[in-house]
Nanobody, 115 residues
Framework: QVRFVESGGGLVQPGGSLRLSCAPSGIIFSIYHMGWYRQAPGKQRELVATFTRDGITNYADSVKGRFTISRDNAKNTVYLQMSSLEPDDTAGYYC?????????WGQGTQVTVSS
């Protein structure tokens, strides 16, 4: 069974940085496009960053230039480096394949940007 475990969230001041990690299990990690999603209270879950199996990255306009997605296939881990964080980045952050596997959503990791 596929399972995603996210970590690295926390409380940070505006302008700060965080690095999120995700360690999937139960899948051959390297053959999938991987993504980071986020969901803020009262809003739909959105895809913010993608790292394809071919090494191509894509970002939502709202995070472009501030977030960097990376993956280490040997460690079966995908990362999201977040910089210049803004209060609007406050959300639960989740990793999943792209497109997402509906049964594989993990607990996510909460990121709160506040002074």
């Amino acid at each position: 069974q596929v399972r995603f475990v996210e970590s690295g969230g926390g409380l940070v001041q505006p302008g700060g940085s965080l690095r999120l990690s995700c360690a999937p299990s139960g899948i051959i990690f390297s053959i999938y496009h991987m993504g980071w999603y986020r969901q803020a209270p009262g809003k739909q879950r959105e895809l913010v960053a993608t790292f394809t199996r071919d090494g191509i990255t894509n970002y939502a306009d709202s995070v472009k230039g501030r977030f960097t997605i990376s993956r280490d296939n040997a460690k079966n881990t995908v990362y999201l480096q977040m910089s210049s964080l803004e209060p609007d980045d406050t959300a639960g952050y989740y990793c999943n394949t792209v497109p997402p596997r509906s049964s594989a959503w993990g607990q996510g990791t909460q990121v709160t940007v506040s002074s």
